[in-house]
């Protein structure tokens, strides 16, 4: 079967996160001034190469706000102004051999919390059919664990949500998303245009994965990408830490399925893995 990442297939890796389109992203210079010795220390004590962390500045073609941050595996993003914030976190030092990982930011829940989820159905950026479907059986899923994080979902041309889910008409399958900040979900779930020629399960798989990350959880096989992608090496903690989290394998990842692999492929089912129900439930 055809293995697709969480990026755009038409761009190189590196770039693919966050692509509105080819024109909406600008690169910044990659000097001094965009990256700091300081930064680039720290960036390779978490270990991060910093030649392959893009500073970008991100539009959002809904509400038009431009956002500098870095980008990091591929289909995550943190913001210039929460950089310093996610180095401060807990890394672990159990290895990089475990299953289910976490970023050292979460979303705070006291009792339970409900997040609200739209998905948009703005001219120009609406999800299609399928990706609404694949949306609202995400949801299901998230919701048929009995978490004390919940979710609502909703489709309208607003952005009055914890969480938007919008097309951004970019071709390839796929997504990208951000991290837990401030105790909140990351707001801002992206679609590629392409992942529409895939199955309701994969638009289901690719948008579960995405807020996947809106709350926390890093790529299963982030420490050796060629587990679902076929090529690729270590994503390092990517300044958000690498949690291991307990209760779930460090052993026999090859033969993972997790919905939160960094690659998928067109026969992915969109549901979790007993693991990825372990990771949840310790976490929320």
């Known amino acids: 079967m055809r293995k697709s990442t969480f990026l755009t297939v038409a761009m190189a890796m590196v770039l693919a996160a966050f692509t509105f389109s080819c024109k909406q992203q600008e690169v910044a210079p990659n000097n001094e001034n965009v990256l700091s010795k300081e930064i680039q220390a720290k960036l390779w004590a978490h270990g991060i190469n910093p030649s392959v962390a893009e500073h970008i500045n991100q539009k959002n073609p809904i509400t038009g706000e431009v956002t500098s941050g870095w980008l990091f595996e591929g289909d995550m993003f943190v913001a210039d102004n929460n950089l310093e914030q996610m180095f401060t976190g807990d890394i672990a030092g159990t290895g990089l051999t475990g299953e289910q990982y976490r970023t050292s930011n979460l979303v705070s829940v006291s009792g339970t919390r409900t997040i609200s989820v739209i998905g948009y159905t703005g001219s120009g950026f609406a999800l299609t059919s399928k990706m609404r479907t694949g949306l609202q059986w995400a949801i299901n899923n998230y919701n048929r664990l009995n978490l004390r994080l919940r979710f609502t979902v909703s489709f309208a041309a607003s952005t009055n949500a914890d969480i938007v889910v919008y097309n951004n008409g970019a071709s390839g399958g796929g997504g990208s998303a951000g991290f837990p900040s401030g105790g909140n979900p990351f707001k801002w779930v992206q679609i590629n245009a392409g992942t529409d020629s895939f199955s309701t399960n994969v638009n289901e798989h690719v948008i579960g994965h995405e807020i996947g990350h809106c709350i926390g959880f890093r790529h299963t096989d982030y420490f050796n990408r060629s587990i679902s992608c076929g090529s690729g090496g270590n994503e390092g ?28 492929n067109s026969g992915v089912d969109g549901e979790f893995t007993s693991s990825d129900i372990t990771a949840l439930n310790f976490l929320y």
Not at 250 to 262: C, E, I, K, Q, W
């Open 237 to 264: 903690s990517a300044g958000v830490g690498a949690i291991h989290i307990p209760g779930t394998p460090t052993t026999n990842v090859n033969s993972s399925t997790s919905l939160m692999l960094a690659c998928f």
